[in-house]
Each structure stands twice: as structure tokens, then as C-alpha cells.
């Protein structure tokens, strides 16, 4: 079955800016989380959509947002970007939520801000 | 305050031998442990797992062992084939806060020399 698509897979951006990511999971997990990567944080989690409600969110600003449509896609917006923004956004799905079992990670957006 | 620690950033191991991934935890709540590998260019991909309930997890070429009065996990890989170059990254959740996402140590890099 197909795996968990994210796009757009390379974008830039300037100061200022806002950018919106798209994911869509594996079909039929309802679970939907996201992940910032830097080389020197790691891995480190955004929020989680579950049934498309925000189960839960990460140590980020307000201007980190997301939501997740009736057919479990997810979308997570930046407002405002700053140059710390530029990363590598992971988005993952599972069939039962966080920390129930392994995630399935797409290959990513990855952010550059200018 | 990192949760999760993979002490070292990268590790080199001659191919045929036997390579040892160490991570550390503080969080004596954390119940749930799994290792996820990492290419360039792609998402992380699941590994392997182990419950608090276990001290010993095998899947073919890896195992992990975690010792939970020292709060630390390791995997093993043996034989390491060059195919095992990549960053393995590893992650805990607690039972208590399953809706608080993965969280993840900043990985390491195994290299595998021919």
C-alpha cells in the first residue's frame, strides 16, 4: 500500500513569510503527527491529529499550527518564519496514535528560510 | 533538558563485525522504546521495539537489550552489512503521556567500513 506522501518536498522561503506543508497518511491510520529534524535537535514533535482533533502539542510557538481533514490528511502551517524555521519537516501516521506502536515517517519537507 | 540521549554523534564499524548503538534515558517513566533508522533524503523508517516488560528484543540481524535500573537501551547489529550505514535514531514514550508524541534521542551515525 502506499506510504505516507508529503509535499512539497523542497521549498524556500523568505523572512516573514508563512508556508504550508501537506501530508497524507497511509490509508486507513487516523493518527497524524508531526516532527521537526535540525541537525542539532534531532527529532523533536510538533502536534498530533487524531480523528482531526489536535491530541497533542510539542514545545513550539503559536506560530506552528496544523489540522487534519475528515479523510485523515494533515496540513501544518509557519507563520512568520524565522530563519531557526529552516529544518526538515517530518510528517508520520499510525493506526493507533502515539506511542502505541511504530510510526511510518514520509520522506519529508524540507524548509529553507532565506 | 534531553530525555534522550545518543551520546555519540557518529560511530564507524568494519563490515562483519558487530556494531553496538547506545542510548540513554532519564525519564523513569518512559515504558516504550524503539529504534528507527534513517537515510539521507528519506523519512525514518521503524527498526525494532521493546516493552519495560522485556530486557531482550531479536529480529534477525538486531537486537536490543534495555537495562531499565541504568536507564539505557542499546542495538546491536551483527553481521553489520554496508547497507547498515545510516543514522539510527531512538525513541521512548511513557505509558502516562502516550499522547505526548516519541521522543526522540538527536541519533547516530553508523558508518560501515568495507
Known amino acids: 500500500k502506499a506510504g505516507v506522501t508529503q509535499t512539497p518536498r523542497y521549498l524556500i522561503k523568505t523572512r516573514g513569510q508563512q508556508v504550508t506543508l501537506s501530508c497524507s497518511p497511509i490509508s486507513g491510520h487516523r493518527s497524524v503527527s508531526w516532527y521537526q529534524q535540525t541537525p542539532g535537535q534531532g527529532l523533536q514533535f510538533l502536534f498530533e491529529y487524531f480523528s482531526e482533533t489536535q491530541r497533542n502539542k510539542g514545545n513550539f510557538p503559536g506560530r506552528f499550527s496544523g489540522r487534519q481533514f475528515s479523510n485523515s490528511r494533515s496540513e501544518m502551517n509557519v507563520s512568520t518564519l524565522e530563519l531557526g524555521d529552516s529544518a526538515l519537516y517530518l510528517c508520520a501516521s499510525s493506526s493507533r496514535g502515539l506511542g502505541t506502536g511504530e510510526l511510518f515517517f514520509g520522506e519529508g519537507s524540507r524548509l529553507t528560510v532565506l | 533538558d534531553q530525555q534522550v540521549k545518543q551520546n555519540s554523534p557518529s560511530l564507524s564499524v568494519q563490515e562483519g563485525r558487530i556494531s553496538i548503538l547506545n542510548c540513554d534515558y532519564t525519564n523513569s517513566m518512559f515504558d516504550y522504546f524503539l529504534w528507527y533508522k534513517k537515510y539521507p533524503a528519506e523519512g525514518p523508517t521503524f527498526l525494532i521495539s521493546?516493552?519495560?516488560?522485556?530486557d531482550k528484543n531479536e529480529d534477525g540481524r538486531f537486537t536490543v537489550f534495555l537495562n531499565k535500573s541504568a536507564k539505557h537501551l542499546s542495538l546491536h547489529i551483527v553481521p553489520s552489512q554496508p547497507g547498515d550505514s545510516a543514522v539510527y535514531f531512538c525513541?521512548?514514550?511513557?505509558?502516562?503521556?502516550?499522547?505526548?508524541?516519541?521522543?526522540f534521542g538527536k541519533g547516530t551515525h553508523l558508518i560501515i567500513q568495507p
Open positions: 525513541a521512548a514514550s511513557a505509558r502516562e503521556s502516550r499522547a505526548d508524541g516519541l521522543t
Open positions: 521493546i516493552s519495560s516488560i522485556k
